[in-house]
């Protein structure tokens, strides 16, 4: 009998053998990537003697003409009472309305940390000499810094007001013909980003994490992020943790926290990618990184995402992709993001197995030079496949 996911009093997931969780298909290639991840998770839930009952939620186009609302409310309490859901890409509404959907969920159920994990699997193109030294796992900050959507547009009243007070207040001098946003970077939200990012590692035994920011410039906002998080390892971690201006970069057992400034670090984890394990940092910076890592080992079509909030227990798995609506029902397209995705998901409920056992299909498919045609045309002697032809075979492969 099917059951929800619930969250333990002491902040554990309690996960039953059949759990209910809902998903989104997803807009545009959503058709076509959703069917094939699903059949994939399916097979290697059902080899570890779990079965998942798939529940539909609706968000996006799908959502907008089945009815008239981008993002209903019924979905987002559907997220909010499962715990734990799964998604395709989405289509953000133009001229108005949500920002992005994507950000919409994220801020709605205070899903404070994007999770991206970025590795290279053997025989995957990529423009880089040694992908193999990518190994990356990236704390993002989801709610805060300029995505808190904070701005006024130039030229409307209230633009005039703010740089009217910015100027008698704090005697700023800013054009009048500014559009201006505000950049709220908080103790709060830095502390359980950085957090996250440190219990992540030490559960795992990775070696170091890294807080990358823009302190030098700004420096009560990016910098602050830096210092709050060395404070925090001397807070709450001082026995299995330690700052670099603490130690030298000698941690002597113990994990190493250490920072980047964001400019050099996105020049570092190309020239210098095995000095990065865990990253931690705040939203835009996380988002240029995120992309930038994932083109070193196949681009986006194949990297993961998770938003997770750690201390509710709520968490959406995503591709990381746009909807390519071009591409639509061609059953043509790499599911590897949102399948990858799923990964991630087995392993936030404990499925360490399953997971294991559809990242070890995934490489040997890819090994065997069986893949879709975005890595078809950068492979010699590649045999092009459809999305659902790819999730065979893996499934073969299981």
Same mark, same amino acid.
Request: glycine share 14%; hydrophobic share 40%.
């Given at each position: 009998m099917a059951a929800k *996911?619930?969250?333990?009093?002491?902040?554990?997931l309690s996960v039953p053998d059949d759990p209910i969780i809902p998903f989104i298909e997803g807009d545009g290639t959503g058709v076509d990537i959703w069917p094939a991840a699903?059949?994939?998770l399916d097979a290697a839930a059902a080899k570890h003697q779990h079965r998942i009952e798939w529940k539909e939620v609706l968000a996006g186009e799908k959502a907008y003409n089945e009815t008239g609302n981008w993002l209903?409310?019924?979905?987002?309490?559907?997220?909010? /009472?499962?715990?734990?859901?799964i998604k395709g890409p989405l289509t953000t509404p133009v001229?108005?309305?949500?920002?992005? %959907?994507?950000?919409? %969920?994220r801020q709605v159920l205070d899903l404070y940390v994007c999770l991206r994990p970025v590795r290279w699997f053997q025989g995957v193109p990529s423009p880089v000499k040694r992908p193999d030294l990518v190994d990356m796992v990236i704390f993002r900050e989801n709610t805060e810094d300029i995505y808190a959507?904070?701005?006024?547009?130039?030229?409307?009243?209230?633009?005039?007001? %703010? *740089? /009217?007070?910015?100027?008698? /207040?704090?005697?700023?001098d800013i054009r009048p013909d500014s559009g201006v946003g505000v950049?709220? *970077?908080?103790?709060?939200?830095?502390?359980? %980003?950085i957090r996250a990012a440190i219990r992540y590692a030490l559960d795992r035994g990775r070696k170091s994490v890294t807080m990358v920011h823009k302190g030098n410039i700004q420096k009560f906002t990016e910098?602050?992020?830096?210092?709050?998080g060395y404070d925090l390892v001397r807070e709450e971690f001082a026995d299995v943790a330690v700052g670099w201006d603490d130690c030298g970069g000698r941690p002597g057992g113990k994990l190493l926290v250490k920072d980047n400034i964001a400019d050099i670090t996105l020049q570092q984890v190309l020239t210098r990618p095995g000095d990065f394990d865990v990253i931690a940092t705040t939203n835009l910076n996380g988002d240029y990184l995120s992309d930038a890592l994932a083109a070193q080992v196949g681009g986006i079509g194949i990297a993961p995402g998770a938003n997770v909030n750690y201390v509710s227990g709520h968490g959406i798995f995503e591709a990381t992709h746009g909807t390519a609506p071009k591409y639509a029902g061609q059953d043509k397209v790499n599911p590897g993001s949102l399948l990858l995705s799923g990964v991630l998901m087995f392993e936030h409920l404990g499925w360490q197995q399953a997971a294991d056992d559809i990242v070890r299909a995934l490489e040997a498919t890819i090994a065997d030079k069986v893949v879709t045609y975005?890595?078809?045309?950068?492979?010699?002697?590649?045999?092009e496949v459809k999305t659902s032809e790819l999730a065979s075979a893996i499934v073969d492969r299981l």
């Open positions: *996911i619930t969250m333990s009093p002491g902040g554990v699903k059949r994939v209903p409310e019924e979905t987002v309490e559907v997220f909010r /009472e499962y715990l734990i859901g001229g108005g309305g949500f920002r992005s %959907l994507n950000v919409a %969920l959507g904070l701005e006024v547009q130039e030229g409307t009243p209230e633009a005039k007001r %703010l *740089i /009217e007070v910015l100027h008698e /207040e704090l005697g700023w950049k709220p *970077i908080s103790v709060t939200g830095s502390k359980r %980003l910098g602050a992020f830096r210092q709050w975005d890595f078809a045309r950068q492979m010699e002697g590649a045999t």
